[in-house]
């Protein structure tokens, strides 16, 4: 019957032509999409975390008209709070970054100077930093007062008796960044005499929007109760449902296109099989005449189908993981690294690609094998 089926494949060249073409696109989107898949997410975290902070933990008792007014809490709680954040696992807070802020005078001018420790991680995973990293003895300088006392890098300065070094200043913000000095959150207690306390911990929201029906900050605050109840939250909603809106907008487009193109490809699949059943009415009749029985004429088809399948798939998954490889770079430019070849996907390609064209061909497999030869040849 092997042999019948390469026949059959030789004779009908165009037929299985289309057919492999139908399991190729298949396959290729399929392959194309998991490939980038990585990159993707990879690359909306990075773009969405560029956001910046998205949650504010300040102290319980801040009066939030005034916190609004002056952009951050007078009150102050023990840098060690942000510590407690690690006793707990699966926390939908990351990225935890003590803070002190407070406006000063420095140069005959009001400034914000703001202390930032090292990000924490109450996952324990090692994450790329949020936000720049301040070397003890250095300050990072926002642009306006860059800019107003023609501070370049290296340069020195002093604030209330201490000396820093620049290490950088930062770019136009457009925000009350443009007149802030950073500094490391050590020597900013020791300026404002405040050591040991904080007055904010910013951090990312990484809990997913999931059914629209349970507000992020209701969870977000019970948690925070719960490692720290002397803490109150504060959430960027805009910022948080914009980071969620992207991460989610490429799944659900595909999610979307993909069930066309399978259904598109599954009808055309079953139409060629259709076609090849009502062009061979004859050879069928024949065949089932000289001996050849229902289940010959069945593994005919689903042989040939399932051999469309197979080789579909694997001319896909190259073509698939080809396209991935040249052209998702070029998409994904931050995190192009991550896109490799997935050898798992080209083994569920191998199994599901001839299970599907062997479905798509199952109906007109049917109607060929109980089609009465006595009539058809009669009919002919």
Not at 259 to 272: R, S, Y
């Amino acid at each position: 019957m092997l042999s019948l089926i390469l026949k059959e494949i030789k004779y009908r060249k165009l037929n299985f032509l289309l057919g492999i073409v139908a399991v190729i696109t298949a396959v290729a989107l399929f392959t194309g999409f998991f490939t980038m898949t990585g990159a993707s997410n990879r690359e909306t975290i990075r773009l969405t975390r560029d956001m910046g902070f998205n949650l504010r933990v300040i102290p319980k008792e801040t009066n939030i008209n005034d916190f609004w007014a002056t952009g951050y809490s007078n009150n102050t709680m023990p840098q060690d709070y942000v510590l407690k954040f690690n006793k707990f696992k699966n926390f939908s807070y990351a990225h935890l970054t003590a803070t002190l802020q407070q406006k000063i005078k420095w140069r005959g001018r009001e400034i914000i100077l703001t202390g930032i420790s090292n990000e924490i991680e109450p996952s324990g995973k090692k994450k790329a930093p949020m936000i720049f990293s301040i070397q003890q003895g250095t300050v990072i300088l926002g642009y306006e007062i860059a800019k107003e006392f023609n501070l370049q890098k290296d340069d020195t300065l002093s604030v209330s008796g201490l000396h820093f070094k620049v290490a950088y200043s930062l770019n136009e913000n457009g925000s009350e960044d443009d007149i802030r000095i950073f500094a490391p959150l050590k020597a900013v207690q020791q300026i404002l005499g405040k050591e040991g306390q904080i007055n904010e911990i910013r951090a990312l929201n990484c809990l997913c929007l999931t059914d629209g029906k349970t507000d992020p900050l209701i969870t977000l605050r019970q948690q925070l109760n719960e490692v720290l109840p002397e803490g109150k939250v504060i959430m960027n909603r805009t910022i948080a449902v914009a980071r969620e809106k992207q991460r989610l907008m490429f799944q659900k487009y595909f999610a979307f296109i993909l069930p066309f193109v399978i259904i598109i490809a599954a009808i055309w699949i079953g139409a060629l099989a259709w076609l090849n059943v009502r062009e061979r009415k004859q050879e069928i009749g024949i065949l089932r005449s000289i001996g050849y029985d229902s289940k010959d004429i069945a593994f005919l088809f689903m042989g040939k189908a399932l051999f469309i399948g197979l080789v579909g798939a694997f001319i896909g998954y190259l073509i698939g993981t080809a396209l991935s490889l040249s052209i998702g770079p070029d998409i994904f430019k931050v995190t192009a690294k991550a896109i490799k070849p997935n050898f798992t996907i080209f083994l569920w390609s191998v199994i599901a690609a001839p299970i599907f064209a062997g479905l798509s061909t199952f109906i007109p497999m049917m109607s060929a094998v109980s089609q009465d030869p006595a009539r058809i040849l009669l009919n002919e």
